[in-house]
């Protein structure tokens, strides 16, 4: 089993800053890749950024290239998701999740991860 825990949601006006920051533990062995998706009210979890455990590659969603960027601190079994220069439809709460799957196009599914923490709101002023 593996735990995850995020923290670092909040409250930010347009264009402002925050990171996401999501620890693991338990059996961290069996991870191949861990991501971040999030749901807004009455829509779908949707695909935000997945990064491979080892080796560092990413995915990220057209919606967030640019503005997003996942890293991991694989000493720390923490990953981070730095979102900067936020939008009102970036709202959402934000869930961090681990898969054991392989590393691919399958990793942006969020029926692929294994784990997922409880979730951290982010609230984006206009």
């Known amino acids: 089993q593996v735990q995850l825990v995020e923290s670092g949601g909040g409250l930010v006006q347009a264009g402002g800053s925050l990171r996401l920051s999501c620890a693991a533990s338990?059996?961290?062995?069996?991870?191949?890749?861990m991501g971040w998706f999030r749901q807004a009210p009455g829509k779908e979890r949707e695909f935000v950024a997945a990064i491979r455990w080892s080796g560092g590659s990413t995915y990220y969603a057209d919606s967030v290239k640019g503005r997003f960027t996942i890293s991991k601190d694989n000493a720390k079994n923490t990953v981070y998701l730095q979102m900067n220069s936020l939008k009102p439809e970036d709202t959402a709460v934000y869930y961090c999740?681990?898969?054991?799957?392989?590393?691919?196009?399958?990793?942006?599914?969020?029926?692929?991860?294994?784990?997922w923490g409880q979730g951290t709101q982010v609230t984006v002023s206009s």
């Open positions: 338990g059996s961290i062995f069996s991870i191949n890749a």
């Open positions: 999740a681990a898969t054991r799957g392989s590393w691919g196009p399958m990793s942006v599914d969020p029926d692929e991860y294994d784990y």
